[in-house]
C-alpha cells in the first residue's frame, strides 16, 4: 500500500471520526436547551348535547391567539426522528366553555393527549420540549 493511500485512509477515519462527535454533542447540546414544561391529562367532564364530551383541563394550559381571535391548547405528542424520542407541541382550537382561576372547561378535543401548561414564549407549536413528568394516561 502506497504512502498516499495510507494518508488518505488516515485522513478519512479522523475526517468521519470528527463529523460523529460533531453529530453527537450538536445533539446532546440541542436537547439540553429545549424547554422544560409541566403537562397534564384533560379530565371527561361531561356529555355535551351533541354527543361528544367536554374535557376539564388546568386554566394555565388555555391560550387565545389574537390574530384569529380563538382558544387553543398546546397538545403534546411523542416525535421520533433522527435527534430521537421528543415531545412537539402541537395546537388545537378549542371552544372555552367555562374558565375560573384554576380550571376551565372545554370542547373540540378530538383525541386526547396531554396539554402543556406553560407561558412561556420558548414553547410554540412544531418546536420540541421537555417533559418535566409524564401523567398516566
Same mark, same amino acid.
Given at each position: 500500500? =502506497?504512502?498516499?493511500?495510507? *494518508?488518505?485512509?488516515?485522513t $478519512?477515519g479522523?475526517f468521519?471520526?470528527?463529523v460523529v462527535? &460533531?453529530?453527537?454533542?450538536?445533539?446532546?447540546?440541542?436537547?439540553?436547551n429545549l424547554?422544560?414544561v409541566e403537562?397534564?391529562?384533560?379530565?371527561r367532564?361531561?356529555?355535551l348535547?351533541?354527543?361528544?364530551f367536554?374535557? =376539564?383541563?388546568?386554566?394555565a *394550559?388555555?391560550?387565545f391567539? $389574537?390574530?384569529?381571535?380563538?382558544?387553543?391548547?398546546?397538545? &403534546?405528542?411523542?416525535?421520533s426522528?433522527?435527534?430521537?424520542d421528543?415531545?412537539?407541541p402541537?395546537?388545537?382550537?378549542?371552544?372555552?366553555?367555562y374558565r375560573d382561576?384554576?380550571?376551565?372547561?372545554i370542547?373540540?378535543?378530538v383525541?386526547?393527549?396531554?396539554?402543556?401548561?406553560?407561558?412561556?414564549?420558548?414553547v410554540?407549536?412544531?418546536?420540541r420540549?421537555?417533559v418535566?413528568?409524564m401523567?398516566?394516561r
Amino acid at each position: 500500500m =502506497s504512502a498516499k493511500t495510507k *494518508a488518505f485512509i488516515i485522513t $478519512m477515519g479522523v475526517f468521519f471520526a470528527t463529523v460523529v462527535f &460533531l453529530t453527537y454533542y450538536s445533539k446532546q447540546v440541542f436537547l439540553k436547551n429545549l424547554p422544560v414544561v409541566e403537562v397534564a391529562m384533560p379530565q371527561r367532564a361531561e356529555q355535551l348535547n351533541s354527543g361528544r364530551f367536554a374535557y =376539564s383541563v388546568p386554566a394555565a *394550559a388555555i391560550h387565545f391567539d $389574537m390574530q384569529t381571535g380563538q382558544y387553543y391548547v398546546l397538545l &403534546l405528542q411523542e416525535v421520533s426522528d433522527i435527534l430521537g424520542d421528543n415531545y412537539c407541541p402541537v395546537a388545537t382550537t378549542v371552544t372555552l366553555l367555562y374558565r375560573d382561576e384554576e380550571t376551565a372547561r372545554i370542547d373540540g378535543l378530538v383525541y386526547v393527549e396531554p396539554v402543556i401548561l406553560t407561558d412561556d414564549p420558548r414553547v410554540n407549536a412544531g418546536g420540541r420540549v421537555t417533559v418535566e413528568a409524564m401523567p398516566d394516561r
